[in-house]
């Protein structure tokens, strides 16, 4: 069993994330893998601390320079550095709640052998901007997704999922190119097997000015979007190429409403004449 932890800039909440991650029970021989992509902040000192005082569970993965794609590279050698069969995920702005997570996952994993990756509930915890934490909740979804159900939106907390090892170890090369680091890995997933999902709360998200999404303006938000269902590759024909037109249809055009938006008119009805002809209107819903 391996946890990853990974690590940028984040001397703040580090050591809460460690400290949930340790404090795991009934896991049986378990490895934490702590990445760190060339902090500029105090993050590597906290790390070595902790790997000092507990030398038979962590292992740290220190370059000496940033590997650049926005994490994935790093989070790529983490997976190829691990050992364990089953493998957890966590950023380290977030941290766990439950000392029995990642033993819950592992007894699910075991279970359900048609099970690729399981992820639980969380508590998105909102950070300086006043707003009210709340649970994520899924209510009236259901507990078992498979592919098609990844394109409304991504719908698994970044600290909340676990893998089959063999989902992780030969991820396409496109993966380099998405915006995103962990909602491809869903779409993998998918494709080995379902994604279930537990309704316990056992992590928090943090929601913060300095996180990959949260931290960008509505504009660059919606062109992620569009960026990544570019570069996600689907069928030429079927449910699911009619599934991604429209739904890089619906991105383009939240692009084309934030750019009108801030008087960018000309970029606009550019953004808005690609949605149109990656899905047009009055096409037959998939």
């Known amino acids: 069993m391996t946890t990853i932890v990974q690590c940028f800039n984040h001397e703040r909440w580090v050591a809460r994330a460690l400290d949930s991650v340790l404090a795991q029970q009934g896991v049986g021989s378990y490895e934490v893998l702590v990445g760190d992509d060339a902090s500029t902040d105090a993050t590597r000192e906290v790390i070595a601390d902790y790997a000092r005082r507990y030398p038979d569970v962590i292992r740290t993965v220190l370059p000496e320079a940033n590997m650049g794609g926005e994490g994935k590279n790093l989070f790529l050698e983490l997976v190829r550095q691990s050992r364990g069969s089953y493998l957890a995920v966590l950023d380290a702005d977030d941290y766990w709640i439950s000392d029995e997570k990642v033993r819950i996952q592992a007894d699910h994993l075991d279970a359900h052998p048609d099970c690729s ?16 934490d709340r649970v994520f909740d899924r209510r009236g979804e259901p507990a078992r997704l498979g592919r098609a159900d990844l394109y409304a939106y991504n719908p698994v907390p970044a600290c909340s999922p676990m893998f089959r090892r063999e989902v992780l170890e030969a991820i396409p090369s496109w993966y380099l190119d998405s915006p995103w680091g962990d909602w491809p890995l869903y779409f993998f997933a998918a494709d080995a097997g379902a994604l279930d999902y537990l309704p316990e709360v056992l992590g928090v998200y943090r929601i913060h000015d300095r996180g990959a999404f949260s931290g960008l303006a509505r504009l660059q938000q919606a062109s992620v979007d569009v960026a990544f269902f570019r570069v996600l590759p689907v069928p030429e024909s079927g449910p699911e190429a009619a599934l991604h037109a429209r739904r890089l249809g619906q991105a383009l055009a939240a692009q084309a409403f934030e750019l009108l938006r801030l008087g960018r008119g000309t970029e606009a009805r550019a953004a808005l004449e690609e949605s149109r002809r990656a899905f047009p209107f009055g096409s037959r819903r998939p």
């Open 117 to 132: 990756m399981v992820f639980h509930n969380v508590l998105r915890e909102h950070e300086g901007d006043g707003r009210l």
